[in-house]
């Protein structure tokens, strides 16, 4: 079971307690994007093997949505951050590159 800790609120719960929303940190098209941009949004998501970003609701509690960065091999989090921000934290990406050396994940490392 993951442990995530809320980070609007600063609860620590068990994953019941939250709702996962897909992958974290997807662009978003506008009315005049053509139907290939709609359809990688709609449809194409990483599914990777090891450190993945993703969305989190904080449904038992303050109902805030964050991201939360974890292994999917492991399930370990490595830490959560507000979604209001468009790229990991620094110190959260210096977290996983210590655990895991050599990862980098494209627009994050």
């Known amino acids: 079971m993951l442990i995530l800790t809320c980070p ?3 609860v ?7 709702h996962a929303g897909g992958e974290a940190h997807l662009k ?3 009315p005049g994007s053509d139907n290939a941009d709609f359809e990688n949004y709609l449809f194409m998501r990483e599914n990777p093997k ?7 609701r904080h449904n038992n509690g303050c109902g805030k949505w ?3 960065a974890r ?6 989090v490595f830490g ?3 979604a209001q921000t468009y ?4 110190d959260l990406c210096a977290k996983i590159s210590a655990k895991r050396p050599g990862w980098s994940w494209g627009r994050f490392s």
């Not at 620590?12 to 939250?18: G, I, N, V």
């Not at 090891?50 to 989190?56: I, K, P, Q, T």
């Not at 292994?71 to 370990?76: D, G, I, K, Q, R």
């Open 8 to 10: 609007c609120c600063g």
């Open 71 to 76: 292994c999917t091999m492991t399930l370990e």
């Open 80 to 82: 959560t951050y507000l």
């Open 87 to 90: 790229e990991p934290p620094a």
């Open 12 to 18: 620590t719960a068990e994953e019941t307690e939250f």
């Open 28 to 30: 978003r098209f506008g």
């Open 66 to 68: 964050f991201y939360a």
């Open 50 to 56: 090891g450190v993945h970003f993703e969305r989190w």
